[in-house]
């Protein structure tokens, strides 16, 4: 292969990389009542938190709001853990993660330190 065609496919591949990373940012936003709306791979973290609460708004009404939002690319994790009461539940998420495993582990810490009981990985986020 000559050297010319060779940095064509390396910057080809590095090309591909950086427009697979640039779609980094994710949010999810909730209506209070269970209903969650994630937004995932958005250009800015910005544009991610506007295009969850948009969606949450047409689905679920105006009453909604942002519960995490991350500019950073990587994996990220939906927990739902049982209140210590045994009323209820709630939810913690991780995002922007560099592997699965992490964000499963820190939003499970975060319902822990919550108090939270059996806490579950319910959703698995890639943005």
């Known amino acids: 292969m000559k050297p010319s065609r060779l940095l064509t496919l390396v910057l080809a591949v590095a090309a591909l990389v950086a427009i697979e990373r ?3 940012a ?10 969650l709306v994630t937004s995932a791979g958005q250009v800015t973290e910005e544009l991610a938190k506007y295009d969850a609460l948009s969606t949450a708004r047409k689905k679920y009404g105006a009453n909604v709001r942002l519960i995490a939002s991350s500019g950073r ?4 994790a ?5 209140r210590a009461n045994g009323q209820g539940s709630f ?13 499963d582990r820190r939003a499970i810490a975060q319902s822990l330190k919550a ?8 959703w698995r986020i890639r943005g």
Do not use: C, M, W
């Open 22 to 24: 640039a779609g980094a």
């Open 26 to 35: 994710s949010a999810v936003a909730t209506d209070g009542h269970g209903h």
């Open 73 to 76: 690319s990587g994996y990220g």
């Open 78 to 82: 939906i927990v739902v853990a049982g």
């Open 91 to 103: 939810t913690t998420v991780s995002l922007g993660y560099p592997n699965q495993a992490e964000a």
């Open 115 to 122: 108090g939270g009981v059996k806490p579950e990985v319910r």
